[in-house]
């Protein structure tokens, strides 16, 4: 039944129940994938919803298809578990740049270079397929998690929207890795905004790059980024133009057409016989949108910082040698002790915010919600001093490094 008043729609109506789950995993990129198959690994029966038809997020959809460092940058490898095995697919079937020091991902490497590399976007989305599968992970995609089910503390579940219509899932634990804290937003859970320049990467191919690509021997020569917008530090930024969260479909819809038109501008005054765009973005670029505020918040203060709780290490891509533990508290609050966050949401600030939104230190925490949300079903680990120890026992046990000593 639905009512129309001057300025709301009021609507009532059954929504059929279609599953029941140990933990449902919301959005598909890195963190998600990570997430879903943590969870999976410990047993848990676990349902990852992405709103795309491709899994990986920015990774592959949004085209930044940069695995950023998992090395501290004096030539030793830190982040280990998940973190590493993603590496290691996300190059295992397609060219790479990885330094030749660090193609067996050894422990130490000489040199200055850092152990990141460059990837195929497609062949790493296409890995992820079987792997998020081989682990036993039921998949949904065109899919969009709408509403979280349960009015006050544990979530139970999660309404979602598809071709088949408007379905609910039923879960004893959610993971929320939509990359804009959603369910945690929708359930009024306190959330902080970010603000973010205007950017827009495409692939631009020309008879340089093609030529670069043969002289080289690797297909990722054939392929430049190209960005009209601004860089991570706001160089290329539009004089005027507003800094926004992108948290509306107003404020998304803006980010991408005029991310595309100032693409398309740059372009179309180019020989077009000389060059071809190769690869526009499927999802908007943005850094960071929204995020928790969980029970710790991590800060740029917080760099070398032991944590007696921590669930794992990241280290700073841009600032060599600063390396951070994570603290268990940025991934989830205490008024929903069942919703658990990964990725670029978690409970990180300032400078520490774009160390923890990256690709590893984003699959790092994905696992770590993973464990955490199948622990919490299969043996009823609290995050509490003792479920802390459960946990990190269980994470280390799956090769992840927990503490910087």
Not at 105 to 127: D, I, Q, V, W
Not at 141 to 155: R, S
């Amino acid at each position: 039944m639905r009512e129309i008043a001057h300025d709301t729609v009021r609507e009532t109506f059954d929504t059929p129940i279609r599953g029941q789950y140990d933990t449902i995993v919301c959005g598909g990129g890195v963190a998600g994938v990570a997430a879903a198959v943590a969870a999976a690994r410990e047993g848990a029966r676990v349902l990852l919803i992405e709103k795309s038809v491709v899994l990986g997020g920015l990774a592959t959809n949004g085209l930044i298809s940069w695995y950023e460092p998992i090395c501290t940058g004096t030539g030793k490898k830190l982040m280990t578990g998940m973190a590493e095995e993603l590496l290691r697919l996300s190059i295992a079937y397609g060219p790479d740049t990885l330094p030749p020091e660090w193609k067996e991902l050894p422990e130490e490497a000489a040199g200055k270079a850092r152990c990141a590399s460059h990837f195929s976007p497609a062949l790493f989305a296409m890995a992820l397929d079987r792997w998020v599968m081989e682990a036993g992970v039921e998949i949904l995609l065109d899919t969009w998690v709408v509403q979280a089910l349960g009015e006050e503390g544990e979530i139970q579940g999660v309404v979602v929207e598809n071709k088949t219509g408007r379905s609910a899932y039923l879960a004893k634990t959610v993971i929320d890795t939509t990359g804009d804290a959603d369910l945690f937003f929708r359930r009024g859970l306190p959330c902080v905004n970010g603000q973010n320049y205007l950017s827009y990467v495409a692939y631009v191919t020309d008879q340089k790059q093609l030529q670069k690509a043969v002289e080289s021997g690797n297909l990722l020569m054939a392929r430049r980024w190209v960005n009209p917008g601004s860089n991570l530090w706001g160089n290329g930024h539009p004089e005027g133009y507003p800094e926004m969260s992108y948290v509306t479909a107003e404020e998304v819809t803006k980010f991408v057409l005029d991310g595309r038109a100032r693409l398309f501008e740059i372009i179309a005054g180019e020989d077009r016989l000389a060059r071809d765009v190769t690869v526009l973005p499927a999802m908007a670029q943005v850094r960071k949108t929204r995020r928790i505020q969980g029970r710790y918040t991590l800060t740029e203060a917080d760099c070398g910082k032991h944590f007696s709780d921590s669930i794992g290490v990241a280290v700073d891509f841009y600032n060599r040698g600063r390396l951070y533990e994570l603290p268990a508290g940025i991934l989830f609050h205490d008024d929903c002790p069942n919703l658990f966050t990964a990725g670029r949401t978690v409970s990180a600030d300032g400078w520490a915010w774009d160390v923890t939104r990256v690709i590893p230190t984003a699959v790092a925490s994905g696992q770590a919600a993973g464990i955490m949300a199948a622990l919490r079903v299969k043996q009823g680990v609290e995050a509490d001093e003792a479920g802390l120890k459960i946990i990190q026992e269980t994470l280390a046990s799956r090769g992840v490094r927990i503490h910087l000593d």
